[in-house]
Structures are given as C-alpha cells and as structure tokens.
C-alpha cells in the first residue's frame, strides 16, 4: 500500500477503449481499493473530451487522484482536465497502445491476462506523486508527443477505429503508414526552436517529445526527461515509402539518432511551417494542422509514479 494512500479517487473508464471490454475486471480493482479505505467513484464516459470534463469536476471536488482506464487517447483527456490541479493522475491499462502505460513501466498484459489490471493497480498502490512538464499545441497538453506530417496522417486516417481494428494492435498502423507513405506529399518543413531557424527542407516527419518511448515501440527520444522544462525535436527528412521505410528500421533497431537524415533538436518552444499544409496530432489524436507553435508548461502536471517506472525518466532530485 502507498506510504500516503489516497482518500478520495475518481476513477474514468472509457469503454470504447481497447479490444475488449473490461468493466468486470475494475469492478474487482474497486472493491479492493474501498477495502483498503479509500473513497472510490467511477464514472463512464460517453463522448470524445468527457474524460476532460469529468477530470476538471474531479479537481474542482478535491479528489486526490484521477485514474484512467482507456488508452493514451483517455490519459491525455484526462490530463488536460488536470494541468495545474494539485490532483494526481494514474492510470490503468485498458488501451491499445498503451505508450504512457509503458512509459511508466506498469504491466500491460490486459488483452490476454485476467489479472493484468489487478497487477498495474497494486503498482498505483505504491506509487509516489511527481510534478512532471508537459508539452502544449494550440492550447491542447499532451504527455508523449506532438506528431507532424506522415504520422499525423495516419492517426487522422485510423481514428475513431472500431474494435475489430484494435484487436490488430500496431500492424493496422504500420499498415496504414505503409499505404499513406507511398502517397504523401513532399512536405517542406521549416523547424524554429527557441527562436532559431534549425531546419527547412523535405521531411516525412516532425516529432516533438515529451517522453522517451514512441508507439510503444521505439525510443525516439532516449535522452528526454520528464521534469527537465525542455522538449525533445526530432525531424525525420527525407519523402516517400522508401525513406518511410528507411527511418522505420533504423528507429526500431535505436539508430535513428545517428542517420545524417534525422535531425535531433531540444528546446522549450517549437514552431513548426509547413508546405502544403499537414495534419498534426498530440498522443495519437489528430488536433489541427500547420503552423503551430509547440511549447512545454515546466512541472505543471502532477502523475503517480510507480515503482517500476526507470529513473531516468526525472531528473535528479
């Protein structure tokens, strides 16, 4: 159990995320958590930006921790309802993806193992509250990254998907990239940090990084830190299915960083021109379109850290 457990805990669970539904299994995590003496509520949502909603009524309430159950699309509902709040957000796993999950490095075997769930929850048991940055695009937060370009696209192609769909888990995105690579537009991009023109040419992709993991695949920011008040930039260059592929294999195998055609920047505001105009999306949900200013809010939001998420992730105390 936490050294300091919680009294108050509000619980949003999207039952639209994920592969399968899993409202047995919270009802279960539940019961345990009002076992050990904690006021416990859940409440479901309904719509796109509820989570948000329902998370600001639970700070505005006084509710110590904001748990989601859902994906990272829920996660970053969630915290844009919190960014500011003394209110602390955990989450249970019940995504596809999953990445903040991972991120954290809480289990996330629920689409095939029955106490998956029961596994992360004893992990939030422990877990330790941190003020930790988060980056902001056109007034949205987010916690992973912003995504420009190619994969901005395919997250504007895949969403809302149906549960058929996430049931595939990452091939139906590598499928989709690999289709909509072959087609996409030869992007110029000019990239701005701190002021400063870093970057302008053809590129397939602009991420800017909050956190380390990306897809829950790959590290593409190995370097960045949660709480350091700085972004992450990298710039994949490059046009079409063959560099789409290119940048895939070296990302997965973690050599991404020194291909001559990636570019790594870091600083606290980004902008991002492009031409033609792209999509842009922020934790795998599509937000608007080029330009956008990209900014990171120093320690605003305060998550729950288990023990099993790496110390690299903060800087040192």
């Not at 954290?104 to 596994?119: V, W």
């Amino acid at each position: 159990m936490a050294m300091s457990a919680p009294r108050r805990v509000m619980v949003i669970y999207n039952p639209a995320a994920g592969p399968r539904d899993v409202l047995r299994d919270l009802e279960a995590i539940l019961q345990r958590w009002k076992g050990l003496g904690w006021s416990v509520l859940l409440r479901r949502t309904e719509h796109p930006g509820m989570a948000t909603d329902l998370a600001r009524e639970a700070a505005l309430e006084g509710f110590d921790w904001v748990v989601t159950a859902g994906g990272d699309g829920t996660v970053n509902e969630v915290a844009n309802g919190i960014v500011g709040m003394p209110t602390a957000l955990g989450v249970l796993p019940t995504g596809t993806g999953n990445v903040w999950a991972k991120q954290l490095g809480l289990p996330t075997p629920a689409l095939t193992h029955p106490y998956g769930l029961l596994s992360a929850a004893r992990l939030l048991e422990a877990a330790a509250p941190r003020a930790i940055d988060v980056g902001r695009a056109d007034g949205r937060y987010f916690l992973l990254w912003a995504g420009i370009g190619l994969d901005a696209q395919v997250a504007q192609h895949m969403e809302p998907r149906d549960r058929n769909t996430k049931r595939l888990g990452a091939l139906a995105y590598l499928i989709a990239a690999a289709m909509i690579a072959r087609d996409f537009p030869a992007m110029r991009a000019t990239v701005i940090v701190d002021g400063r023109r870093r970057m302008r040419g053809r590129t397939l992709v602009v991420l800017v990084a909050n956190a380390q993991l990306y897809g829950g695949l790959v590290r593409i920011a190995p370097q960045a830190v949660l709480d350091d008040g700085q972004l992450d930039i990298c710039v994949f260059r490059g046009m079409g299915l063959p560099w789409a592929i290119r940048h895939f294999i070296n990302a997965f195998g973690g050599r991404h960083l020194q291909d001559p055609a990636v570019k790594f920047f870091r600083g606290r505001r980004v902008i991002v021109e492009t031409h033609p105009v792209v999509p842009v999306q922020v934790d795998g949900e599509p937000i608007g379109q080029t330009p956008m200013v990209f900014e990171v809010v120093p320690r605003a939001l305060r998550i729950l850290v288990p023990p099993t998420a790496p110390a690299a992730l903060f800087a040192a105390p």
